[in-house]
């Protein structure tokens, strides 16, 4: 069993910047895939960032933060990290950490493991 813990939300103004972490607890999370999603106001629960780790890390991202958000981890940590820059309005949702032993996709529905959830605000 997987336990995802994030944090590091909060409240930023537009073009500022957010760290957010996803401990794991369980399994080591260099054996895990793992996600970023994102639920906005009133919107479903959306891709946002993933980081899998057959054949060396690889990254993927949606659109609308490709150039302003990386996802990265650190294994001695056990942590999966959301680097979030030049942040917007529409940024702003509740995020959630994702993990799953066997791998990624954008599809919220595919996904073994869930976090909680923090909220980024972000403010004109």
């Known amino acids: 069993q997987v336990q995802l813990v994030e944090s590091g939300g909060g409240l930023v103004q537009a073009g500022g910047s957010l760290r957010l972490s996803c401990t794991a607890s369980g399994p080591p999370f260099s054996n895990l895939h793992a996600g970023w999603f994102r639920q906005g106001p009133g919107k479903e629960r959306e891709f946002v960032a993933a980081i899998t780790w057959r054949s060396g890390d690889n990254t993927y991202y949606t659109d609308s933060v490709k150039g302003r958000f990386t996802i990265s981890r650190d294994n001695a940590k056990n942590t999966v990290y959301l680097q979030m820059n030049s942040l917007k309005l529409e940024d702003t949702a509740v995020y959630y950490c994702?993990?799953?032993?066997?791998?990624?996709?954008?599809?919220?529905?595919?996904?073994?493991?869930w976090g909680q959830g923090t909220q980024v605000t972000v403010s004109s």
């Open positions: 994702a993990a799953d032993q066997n791998g990624a996709s954008a599809k919220s529905d595919y996904w073994d493991y």
